[in-house]
């Protein structure tokens, strides 16, 4: 049995887990072969109705440094947000129970952080295919590509104004100082989906040391039966409109706004109107009064409505000339912009 007092912990790996069976093993068996060894990895069975919670109890019972608590089925964001309270080591990064690690991920990104005094460390993401087997490292979001120029090592978000909204918002591959996340009340929002929008975008604002470790140590999982992506019949994607709404606030609160609103409202009114396009029938009339609503707000802003890409200012000006639903659906559907180059 691996034993580790609590004074020796120095990350945190935080693991929602909800009816992963088939993946699970694989995700625990990446996190306690980690060469960095003093870790302790908080398990959160979020109601898991499969046999998740029995796998995690035999990793348990060989191993001390896998946690497992359980609680009603309440979402990620609400488990990962108790996995923060649960952690005491020194940084918190968190996996997703599906995905899995390079066995060198933690020290890594450990390192990093004590050798520069960072509050954040991230490393480039390889996309796994579950139904084809194959690996990509070539998708510019998930390799950082947007850091190529970047001529500092350790830097922080004002260094990065031109592209701080392309940044991959993923949660999961980054480490985080626990007083960065303590001292500044950063957790997720509960009952919404994108939540990794709203955490990275605080802690990114934020930290005021940050460092990319060049090397791909997070596997993330693509296709896989069952996940949030994967679901195409039910598809409601609206939360997308309240996330960018909380976007705003972070943005105000932290006296960013105006650097950031043209470039904020360009990014996000692109992916609200690509996620439109992939919400299920049933619920595009919701999605087009929640989203008619906000845009009253944001395109109050002359200078935000001046400088919209025309694919976007183009779209949304059809959504705000149309007296409802059904008016705009007879004007001209928007058309899937995901593919669109003239961002």
């Not at 609103?261 to 595009?284: D, E, G, W």
């Not at 007296?323 to 003239?342: G, T």
Request: glycine share 2%; net charge negative.
């Amino acid at each position: 049995m691996n034993v580790k007092k609590m004074e020796d912990i120095k990350v945190s790996v935080i693991v929602p887990v909800y009816n992963v069976a088939k993946y699970l093993a694989e995700c625990l068996e990446s996190l306690v072969n980690q060469t960095l060894e003093d870790i302790e990895i908080i398990c959160v069975n979020d109601g898991s109705t499969d046999n998740s919670l029995e796998i995690l109890e035999e990793y348990a019972e060989k191993d001390s440094r896998v946690k497992v608590f359980t609680i009603e089925n309440s979402g990620v964001s609400l488990a990962r947000n108790f996995g923060i309270e649960q952690a005491k080591g020194d940084y918190i990064g968190f996996v997703d129970s599906d995905d899995y690690v390079n066995e060198y991920m933690f020290e890594k990104l450990y390192l990093s952080c004590v050798q520069n005094d960072l509050d954040l460390a991230m490393c480039k993401i390889s996309i796994f295919d579950d139904e084809t087997g194959e690996v990509n490292n070539d998708l510019d979001y998930y390799n950082l590509k947007v850091f190529t120029n970047l001529d500092k090592e350790v830097f922080n978000s004002e260094d990065t104004t031109s592209f701080t909204n392309n940044i991959v918002v993923n949660v999961y591959n980054k480490l985080y100082k626990k007083s960065l996340l303590e001292d500044n009340s950063i957790e997720f929002p509960v009952n919404l989906i994108f939540e990794d929008e709203v955490f990275f975008i605080k802690t990114y604002l934020t930290a005021k040391r940050i460092f990319v470790v060049n090397e791909f140590l997070y596997y993330y999982r693509l296709n896989r039966a069952g996940s949030i992506t994967y679901l195409e019949k039910e598809n409601n994607y609206v939360d997308m409109v309240y996330i960018y709404k909380k976007e705003r606030e972070i943005f105000k609160e932290m006296g960013k706004y105006d650097k950031y609103k043209v470039l904020l409202a360009n990014r996000m009114l692109f992916l609200i109107l690509a996620r439109y396009t992939q919400t299920s029938p049933k619920f595009k009339e919701n999605y087009y009064n929640v989203l008619k609503e906000d845009l009253k707000e944001v395109l109050a802003d002359e200078e935000i409505m001046n400088n919209l890409s025309l694919n976007v200012r183009t779209r949304v000006q059809k959504i705000m000339e149309s007296d409802n639903y059904e008016e705009f659906k007879k004007n001209r559907p928007i058309q899937n912009i995901l593919n669109s180059r003239s961002m």
